[in-house]
């Protein structure tokens, strides 16, 4: 699962490593980043630029919007086969930026919670599904979904599952329309835990309020 991530990173830097244009709206660090929050993702119908999208996928044909707080996170599994994101795995893929993410352990009966980034500290992308849904009076929300997969080795010390982060020509791919989203397996793989350190923090981060630098500080 994956409930909470950060993209605090400049815009310049997401601008440089993406290779996108900066979306229409202003951009805000995002130090504790929230389902129901509107945040950064490029989607795959216009992948030269960045987009604010709400976290929680609400299918299109969907008839309760509520059905996106269920709907945070897809796993990689059953993306073929679930209603909710198969036509989403064909047509509207997405990336969704990041520089870390949060997972809890339970630890002597309490969930600690820990943070997870790139060894490096740079942005990466996360694979997303995106979707649009009309309310009754026609107005759109663009939403996404995280896709997850089974967790390597670091992240498996506090998690079973984490999102599924790409190499750079992964995402190229992910977002290519003449990509046969058959073959998207080979892709939705644990990254390598190499490249990946962990660190306990404060309890701050449970808070999705606490959108502040401190949460990222590690605790003894």
């Known amino acids: 699962m994956c409930g909470r991530f950060s993209n605090f990173s400049p815009l310049d830097v997401l601008r440089n490593r993406f290779r996108v244009d900066p979306p229409d709206e ?14 950064i993702v490029i989607p795959m119908d216009d992948p030269h630029k960045m987009h604010f999208y709400k976290w929680g996928l609400i299918p299109s044909w969907a008839r309760d919007p509520k059905i996106g707080n269920s709907l945070i996170n897809a796993r990689s599994e059953t993306l073929k086969e679930k209603p909710a994101f198969r036509g989403s795995l064909n047509r509207r893929r997405c990336l969704v930026l990041a520089d870390g993410f949060y997972e809890w352990k339970t630890t002597s009966g309490r969930k600690v919670p820990y943070r997870v980034e790139l060894r490096g500290r740079e942005p990466f992308a996360m694979a997303g ?62 990254y390598s835990e190499n490249d990946m350190e962990i660190y306990p923090i404060s309890t701050l981060v449970n808070n999705p309020k606490n959108d502040i630098p401190e949460i990222l500080e590690p605790i003894r």
């Open 26 to 39: 202003p951009v805000y660090p995002r130090y504790n980043a929230a389902p129901g929050q509107k945040l």
């Open 129 to 190: 599904l995106c979707s649009t849904w009309k309310d009754p009076d026609g107005k759109s929300i663009d939403t996404f979904a995280i896709v997850t997969t089974n967790a390597n080795e670091i992240v498996g010390t506090i998690h079973d599952r984490m999102p599924v982060i790409f190499t750079p020509e992964q995402e190229s791919k992910w977002i290519d329309l003449s990509f046969d989203f058959q073959e998207v397996n080979q892709y939705l793989l644990p």
